[in-house]
């Protein structure tokens, strides 16, 4: 029986000391990386309707219909 104590101290001493062994290890928190899209505007695909659309009603406006006015 003592020898069984004796063996049980041993075991569970040796244990211990070589979960031990280096100390208590810090612990290591590493950053998230966050990858973030750039905005787009919504814009941009109404741009170009809007210009040609502005270019047509100044085409429009500055033409006379090429016939004269009577007064």
Known sequence: MKKTILALALASTAGVGMANAGGIAPVVVEEEVVIEDAASSSAVGIIVPLMLLLLIAAAASSS?????LID
């Open 64 to 68: 006379d219909g090429g016939a004269p």
